[in-house]
């Protein structure tokens, strides 16, 4: 158990929909990064806060978008759904104190668009 | 832009087999390189990392060694299990522009046979 957790881990939707996926870090974990997962991309950054600010962006689209909140937890929302964003979601978090500190990641939430 | 190779995949082993999994990486300055494996099912876990040339990461009778000259990280085990039976992914941070996000070869599947 890495002590990041993910909800829902599963989530069926349709095309045009939004979806809310939560992330919680590890206790006293200040960053959050969210991760994509796919047959065709692999395993791409998307975004990642640190303490409530966003610090850097990836291959994130217009439609998606996150906040961390003052407890910490992430969320991501999802947007205008299309089949291809059909994916594993992964959040992680780490200390954020800068070099190379370990990212544990969450178990993630499958989403799949039909 | 900074970028992980990884061998094809599948590799198909014989329980106690010798493991070699190729990684090699593209970055500007001193990036720390990763061994990530994910279990059926499961969310990615650290299996070891290099924070700095010649380094070598170790954990559960897996090894890598850092080598900046041929800018590659291979993953090695003696022995190989069952139970090792996974995808492994080979990663780079380079903390450049204040961000520890992780950069991802496409995964290799191992698949060990009794």
């Known amino acids: 158990d890495s002590g990041v957790t993910q909800t829902p881990k599963h989530l069926i939707t349709a095309t045009g929909q939004r979806v809310t996926l939560r992330c919680s870090p590890r206790s006293g974990d200040l960053s959050v990064y969210w991760y994509q997962q796919s047959l065709d991309q692999g395993l791409q950054f998307l975004i990642q806060y640190y303490n409530g600010e966003e610090r850097a962006k990836g291959n994130i689209l217009e439609r998606f978008s996150a906040q961390q909140f003052p407890d910490l937890h992430s969320e991501l929302n999802l947007s205008s759904l299309e089949l291809g964003d059909s994916a594993l979601y992964f959040c992680?978090?780490?200390?954020?104190?800068?070099?190379?500190?370990?990212?544990?990641f969450g178990p993630g939430t499958r989403l799949t668009v039909l | 832009g900074n970028s992980v190779t990884q061998m094809e995949g599948p590799v198909t082993l014989s329980e106690e087999a010798f493991l070699t999994i190729n990684c090699t990486y593209t970055a500007t300055g001193y990036p720390s390189l990763f061994w990530y494996v994910q279990y059926p099912g499961e969310g990615l876990q650290l299996l070891l990392k290099?924070?700095?040339?010649?380094d070598k990461g170790s954990n559960k009778g897996f090894e890598a060694t850092y080598r900046k000259e041929t800018t590659s990280f291979h993953l090695e085990k003696g022995s190989v299990q069952v139970s090792d039976s996974a995808v492994y992914f080979c990663?780079?941070?380079?903390?450049?522009?204040?961000?520890?996000?992780?950069?991802f070869g496409q995964g290799t599947t191992l698949q060990v046979k009794p």
């Open positions: 290099a924070t700095k040339a010649d």
């Open positions: 990663a780079l941070s380079s903390f450049s522009g204040n961000t520890g996000k992780l950069i």
């Open positions: 992680a978090s780490s200390s954020g104190t800068g070099g190379p500190d370990t990212q544990y």
